[in-house]
């Protein structure tokens, strides 16, 4: 039978490992931080779109250092005749004509695409067209 010391010594000696050893299982396993990086990962990929390829029109969409181009459906206006006359006077002729860039108002901006690549842009103020 043991003495007083050595009872000491040994209950000490125990608990001591069994501190540790709940310790060890308390810390994080290497191989559960990999699973939880990868469940991480995976709902980042699930919760972003996939990129569009094309627009709402079915054309391919544009981009230039890596920003979208947005592109605007052709709309338009009251005054567009009269811009793409004006564009006419600039030398500016083709494309599909000028199209409405802004809400229909006193106020509206009118885009033409030229066919050399050129865009004219003009502003009418109640009717009245000038180019910008």
């Known amino acids: ?3 007083g010391g050595a009872m000491k010594r040994l209950s000490v000696l125990l ?3 069994a501190v540790l050893l709940s310790a060890c299982s308390w810390l994080p396993s290497r191989q559960r931080e990999e699973q939880a990086r990868i469940a991480a990962e995976r709902a980042a990929l699930a919760a972003q779109p996939e990129p569009r390829t094309v627009a709402a029109d079915g054309t391919p969409i544009v981009t230039s250092d ?3 181009i947005e592109k605007v459906e052709f709309r ?3 005054s567009s005749a009269t811009v793409e006359n004006l564009a ?3 030398g500016c002729h083709g494309g599909l004509g ?3 860039l802004s ?3 006193p106020v509206e901006i009118y885009r033409m695409t030229c066919e050399d690549g050129r865009v004219f842009v003009a502003r009418c103020d109640l009717r009245q067209c000038r180019p910008m």
């Open 88 to 90: 006419k006077q600039a």
């Open 15 to 17: 608990l001591s490992a």
């Open 98 to 100: 000028a199209g409405l």
């Open 66 to 68: 890596g920003v979208e």
């Open 103 to 105: 809400n229909p108002g």
């Open 1 to 3: 039978m043991l003495k």
């Open 76 to 78: 338009a206006g009251v």
